[in-house]
């Protein structure tokens, strides 16, 4: 199933974190020493998305499987990583 298109939803550090909250059993949207609570969760969040910046091989071959079989592109694993690396680091800047 190809992902669908981006669209206009919130940054990917604060649904990660929103996640990461509800994941440990707390409403998001309580405050909390004068925040939402999910925003004690940016931290964390922060680091899974460092975890992931660099993709492995599988990852690689998964796009190049949309974008080569799927949409008629040629692109090289390095170009793949290259894009994937960026995505991220646009993510960790909150985008």
Same mark, same amino acid.
Request: charged share 25%; glycine share 6%; hydrophobic share 45%.
């Given at each position: 199933?190809?992902? +669908?298109?981006?669209?206009?939803?919130?940054?990917?550090?604060?649904?990660?974190? /929103?996640? #990461?909250?509800?994941?440990?059993?707390?409403?998001?949207?309580?405050?909390?020493?004068?925040?939402?609570?999910? @925003?004690?969760?940016?931290? /964390?969040? /922060?680091?899974? #998305?460092? %975890?992931? /910046?660099?993709?492995?091989?599988?990852?690689?071959?998964?796009?190049?499987? #949309?974008? +080569? !079989? !799927?949409?008629?592109? +040629?692109?090289?694993?390095? !170009?793949?990583?290259? %894009?994937? @690396?960026?995505?991220?680091?646009?993510? #960790?800047?909150?985008?």
């Amino acid at each position: 199933m190809a992902p +669908s298109h981006p669209r206009a939803v919130k940054p990917a550090l604060e649904r990660m974190a /929103r996640a #990461l909250c509800t994941a440990d059993g707390l409403p998001e949207n309580t405050h909390f020493e004068g925040k939402p609570m999910w @925003e004690n969760f940016i931290p /964390r969040a /922060r680091a899974a #998305l460092e %975890a992931i /910046r660099t993709p492995t091989m599988a990852m690689a071959k998964a796009g190049d499987k #949309l974008l +080569s !079989d !799927d949409r008629g592109h +040629s692109l090289s694993a390095l !170009d793949l990583a290259d %894009a994937w @690396e960026l995505m991220v680091d646009a993510a #960790l800047q909150g985008n």
